[in-house]
């Protein structure tokens, strides 16, 4: 879903007006046709399975059907702390040990699961799981930190790294056609994609930190700015079907967005959300303790006096997964929400 991930803020702002100038677009228009409100069913939230010897779990990320997710839990050790991933097929459980702290990032229609932090070396080593085996994902030799953010229906994965000889982000893909390969993105400078769509679409950010500005690659590989009139700066943070969500700095002031990606136009969000985690084929956004469809938005339940909630991906089907912490971290689904 691209779902991080959909739920990823990263680091890495060339101007806004910089970038759209340099391809070549127009300012976007606030939007003309947002997801519409809809009314949702009974809300409710459940604890999803996860090893009773762990003393946090969490749920990452869902795929758009609903029946997959990936979380990760810490086991207390003897000595030392054990790391497991955790993945889902509905209330089917798989735990799989760590050797190092592990995150999923996202995870795709065919239960292909991808993250980061997998190798020995600790982060800079990301994975993907399928078919009940991880496996680690080819590197650019000369790039370290590279990490996924995304990946598609297709198998297609996005993500990036820093080369050791610039210090600059590099865009990278890992195309599902050419298994064990990976391909240094056509992207503006410090590129950090964030998402990819399963037309292929992908979106990022780049330039100076927190002077960022956004784009979208569409499949024919033409860019287009994602921003706002005035903004300073702006940051993508996940895509799905064609909508994508994000930030933009409006006069010192970072703000929720959600953009169009068929036409770049806008949609302010209710700025109430605490965070960005995910948005879904429909334009539905999740974040912190809060969904929102349109501009409103509705707490989600099973927070409260000393309890957080935080919702971190949404299905097409309107599944919510996060966490639960009430003196435990706990992984949770919403539905009917």
Not at 188 to 195: E, I, L, S, V
Request: net charge neutral.
């Amino acid at each position: 879903m691209t779902h991080t991930a959909r739920r990823r803020t990263l680091t890495g702002i060339t101007t806004t007006g910089l970038l759209a100038a340099s391809l070549g677009v127009a300012v976007a228009t606030p939007a003309t046709a947002a997801p519409r409100p809809a009314t949702p069913g009974t809300c409710k939230i459940s604890t999803l399975p996860y090893p009773a010897d762990t003393y946090r779990a969490d749920a990452n990320a869902i795929d758009p059907t609903g029946r997959f997710v990936a979380g990760s839990a810490l086991r207390r050790g003897a000595t030392d702390n054990q790391y497991l991933l955790l993945f889902w097929d509905g209330n089917r459980l798989t735990e799989v040990a760590a050797p190092s702290m592990a995150t999923p990032a996202d995870v795709n229609a065919d239960g292909v699961v991808i993250g980061n932090g997998w190798g020995e070396s600790g982060p800079g080593q990301p994975w993907r799981y399928r078919d009940g085996t991880v496996e680690q994902l080819p590197v650019v030799p000369s790039f370290t930190g590279v990490s996924v953010t995304a990946i598609n229906k297709a198998g297609d994965i996005v993500g990036l790294g820093t080369d050791v000889n610039t210090g600059e982000y590099v865009g990278l893909r890992w195309p599902a056609i050419r298994p064990g390969a990976v391909e240094v993105l056509d992207a503006p400078a410090n590129a950090q994609p964030t998402g990819i769509t399963d037309n292929g679409t992908i979106v990022g950010f780049g330039g100076e930190f927190a002077s960022w500005t956004s784009w979208v690659r569409r499949p024919n590989g033409r860019f287009d700015a994602l921003t706002v009139p005035g903004a300073q700066a702006a940051q993508v943070n996940t895509a799905a079907g064609h909508w994508a969500v994000g930030n933009v700095d409006l006069a010192g002031s970072w703000d929720k967005v959600r953009w169009n990606l068929r036409d770049g136009s806008y949609t302010m969000l209710d700025q109430r959300l605490e965070w960005l985690g995910d948005v879904n084929a429909k334009g539905v956004v999740v974040g912190g303790d809060r969904v929102a469809r349109g501009t409103t938005s509705r707490v989600l339940p099973g927070g409260g006096d000393r309890v957080t909630i935080g919702a971190q991906s949404i299905s097409d089907t309107g599944t919510i997964v996060g966490f639960r912490n009430a003196e435990r971290v706990t992984p949770v689904r919403w539905t009917g929400c």
